[in-house]
């Protein structure tokens, strides 16, 4: 069982920078694909990116292309979200998510992800 821990959330201002961290425990997570997503008040979890476990692909959604970063740290058992550029939009719960066995196009549904660390606060002011 891994056991996701996020963390790095915070208040900044627009144009400012956040790096969020997700460190697994209960198992290596360079063994697993790691997908990020967030959910804003009264709307849906979305889709941010996501890292395939080879470590070979990544995936953003639209709206992030160019001002966020996925990685692995150099630690084995995390993974780093770099967001530059940000926009009072990003604000939102950021969760790391990870899964054994999905690869390719389906790191872009939530549902495909098995484990799931319980969020931190990103709030960008304008």
């Known amino acids: 069982q891994v056991h996701l821990v996020e963390s790095g959330g915070g208040l900044v201002q627009a144009g400012g920078s956040l790096r969020l961290s997700c460190a697994a425990s209960g198992g290596t997570l360079s063994s697993y694909s790691v997908g990020w997503f967030r959910q804003a008040p009264g709307k849906e979890r979305e889709f941010v990116t996501a890292?395939?476990?080879?470590?070979?692909?990544?995936y953003y959604a639209d709206s992030v292309k160019g001002r966020f970063t996925i990685a692995r740290g150099n630690a084995k058992n995390s993974v780093y979200l770099q967001m530059d550029s940000l926009k009072p939009e990003d604000t939102a719960v950021y969760y790391c998510?990870?899964?054994?066995?999905?690869?390719?196009?389906?790191?872009?549904?939530?549902?495909?992800?098995?484990?799931w660390g319980q969020g931190t606060q990103v709030t960008v002011s304008s």
């Open positions: 998510a990870a899964d054994g066995a999905t690869t390719g196009w389906d790191l872009l549904y939530y549902h495909e992800y098995e484990f």
């Open positions: 890292l395939s476990w080879s470590g070979s692909n990544t």
